[in-house]
């Protein structure tokens, strides 16, 4: 173009203003997408603060799980304990009742009633 004219003029900045606007709608749409992303890893980030549980309120349940366990131990000891001295009971009956028929039996072979 050797000779600029009001209409060459005209037409050279109608195509500047298409490819300027082509860009910026291009750059327009490349970010949002790009917000699209950011919005989506937002979402997904919120959703796992949501679901996770806070500290101290885990602290809370365990500390009461733990308080359960040891009720359970405490009981299980004394039961445990109950069953030693029912089964010593049983034994000292047992003996009991096995010298008491030996001492019947000697008696008996001796022959004194």
């Given at each position: 173009m050797s000779s600029w004219t009001l209409k060459t003029l005209k037409k050279y900045f109608e195509q500047k203003?298409?490819?300027i606007d082509r860009a910026v709608t291009k750059a327009e749409?490349?970010?949002e997408k790009r917000?699209?992303?950011?919005?989506?890893?937002?979402?997904?980030?919120?959703?796992?603060?949501?679901?996770?549980?806070p500290r101290n309120e885990y602290e809370s349940g365990h500390e009461t799980l733990e308080d359960k366990i040891n009720i359970i131990d405490k009981k299980i000891e004394k039961?445990?304990?109950?069953?030693q001295g029912g089964s010593l009971v049983i034994a000292y009956v047992i003996s009991?009742?096995?010298l008491l028929i030996a001492i019947i039996s000697v008696f008996l072979s001796l022959g004194i009633k």
């Amino acid at each position: 173009m050797s000779s600029w004219t009001l209409k060459t003029l005209k037409k050279y900045f109608e195509q500047k203003f298409k490819s300027i606007d082509r860009a910026v709608t291009k750059a327009e749409i490349a970010t949002e997408k790009r917000f699209e992303t950011v919005n989506e890893w937002r979402e997904s980030y919120a959703d796992l603060v949501r679901s996770y549980m806070p500290r101290n309120e885990y602290e809370s349940g365990h500390e009461t799980l733990e308080d359960k366990i040891n009720i359970i131990d405490k009981k299980i000891e004394k039961m445990s304990n109950i069953k030693q001295g029912g089964s010593l009971v049983i034994a000292y009956v047992i003996s009991a009742i096995s010298l008491l028929i030996a001492i019947i039996s000697v008696f008996l072979s001796l022959g004194i009633k």
